[in-house]
T-cell receptor, first 113, second 112 residues
Framework: EAEVAQSPRYKITEKSQAVAFWCDPI?????LYWYRQILGQGPELLVQ????????DSQLPKDRFSAERLKGVDSTLKIQPAELGDSAMYLC???????????FGPGTRLTVL | GDSVTQMEGPVTLSEEAFLTINCTYT??????LFWYVQYPGEGLQLLLK?????DKGSNKGFEATYRKETTSFHLEKGSVQVSDSAVYFC???????????FGQGTRLTINP
């Protein structure tokens, strides 16, 4: 069964360092999402791609976060510099688009010390 | 803006008990409604959905009915099992916004 892959699963870093997360969506899914899930809360959308284009990045803290999906397939989310408040689970999801089901990866748990 | 409110957790039940997890929403227009489940160490999985008023979504013994008059989408199961222990998220999708908005999640623990 096709799955969304994410790596690493866990990342511990010190504040002011740079971190990067990778996501490989289900083959053929044009829409890719990055969510942040703070402990005890629901996921919050950070950025949405349609193919290689950003559709929505209104909640992405652009002074320190960046995301790319250069060839419209896999994607990278970067944080530079990391802050203590960035500690969270970062989830990637993909779908065919619109109301079609979003399939989630296992997430990357980030701890900033 | 759009929002989803779920009942406070954690919820602890005995096996074979009846489950209700309350969910209410605020949104303009006619959103679609979803329940997602997150098992320990895994990503979110779609459990069920309803796309219009009075629709009932169902899967794995779970049910939820889209009630527009009360803006609710409560999750129910008649007899829970230990394997149902997980975190459950209610969410809405409004085509104008084109994104899922999640509630805060409800942790469910089922004791044998």
């Amino acid at each position: 069964e096709a799955e969304v892959a994410q790596s690493p699963r866990y990342k511990i870093t010190e504040k002011s360092q740079a971190v990067a997360f990778w996501c490989d969506p289900i083959s053929g899914h044009a829409t890719l999402y990055w969510y942040r899930q703070i402990l005890g809360q629901g996921p919050e959308l950070l950025v949405q791609f349609q193919d290689e284009s950003v559709v929505d990045d209104s909640q992405l803290p652009k002074d320190r976060f960046s995301a790319e999906r250069l060839k419209g397939v896999d994607s990278t989310l970067k944080i530079q510099p990391a802050e203590l408040g960035d500690s969270a689970m970062y989830l990637c999801a993909s779908s065919l688009g619109g109301l079609d089901e979003q399939f989630f990866g296992p997430g990357t748990r980030l701890t900033v010390l | 803006g759009d929002s989803v409110t779920q009942m406070e957790g954690p919820v602890t039940l005995s096996e074979e008990a009846f489950l209700t997890i309350n969910c209410t929403y605020t949104a303009t227009g006619y959103p679609s409604l979803f329940w997602y489940v997150q098992y320990p160490g895994e990503g979110l999985q779609l459990l069920l959905k309803a796309t219009k008023a009075d629709d009932k979504g169902s899967n794995k013994g779970f049910e939820a009915t889209y009630r527009k008059e009360t803006t609710s989408f409560h999750l129910e199961k008649g007899s829970v099992q230990v394997s149902d222990s997980a975190v459950y998220f209610c969410a809405l999708y409004r085509s104008g916004a084109q994104k899922l908005v999640f509630g805060q999640g409800t942790r469910l623990t089922i004791n044998p």
